[in-house]
């Protein structure tokens, strides 16, 4: 006999916590002088796995490299894990599209309203941290 626990969670709750961590993403992507929001700056960084490969050849970089992969890779994580506990089962190839225009569209209005830097590397581990918490959350429902 297989023991197992069973979560029941209300529909209302998900939504509620899938609503309060979109505008508090928000708040800390667009807004927070916490973030590195404080001063209006931009640049637009389209060459795949530069950054990365800049921040490792710094002095402590793998650090700020870890913290950078990690950062973005949280963004869009808790979003898909919310969604697949809601019952959302888009096709694979679909999943995949969305979150990456979601990380694609994060990163536009990061560069058009001057609170940071369009980076190709931070598109990708968006769209993949998207993805994980969506596996992650169809995980937890199995």
């Known amino acids: 006999m297989k023991d197992s626990i069973h979560l029941t969670i209300s529909r209302k709750v998900v939504t509620g916590l899938l609503i309060f961590y979109a505008i508090t993403a ?3 992507l667009y807004f ?3 973030c590195g929001r404080a001063l209006p700056h931009r640049s637009f ?3 795949p796995f530069k950054t990365i490969v800049q921040q490792v050849t710094m002095p402590r ?3 700020l490299m870890l913290g950078n ?3 973005n890779i949280i963004v869009l994580l808790p979003i898909g894990f919310f969604l697949a506990l809601l019952g959302w089962t ?3 190839s679909r999943a995949v599209m969305i979150f990456m225009a979601a990380a694609f569209f994060i990163e536009l209005l990061q560069f058009l309203f001057w609170v940071g830097c369009m980076d190709i590397d931070d598109i990708w581990m968006n769209g993949a941290g ?3 918490g969506f596996h992650l959350g169809k995980g937890l429902l199995k």
């Open 26 to 28: 928000l708040y800390l």
């Open 32 to 34: 927070s002088p916490f």
């Open 45 to 47: 960084q389209p060459v």
């Open 61 to 63: 970089g793998i650090d």
């Open 69 to 71: 992969l990690l950062g």
């Open 90 to 92: 888009p096709p694979k």
């Open 130 to 132: 998207g993805l994980l």
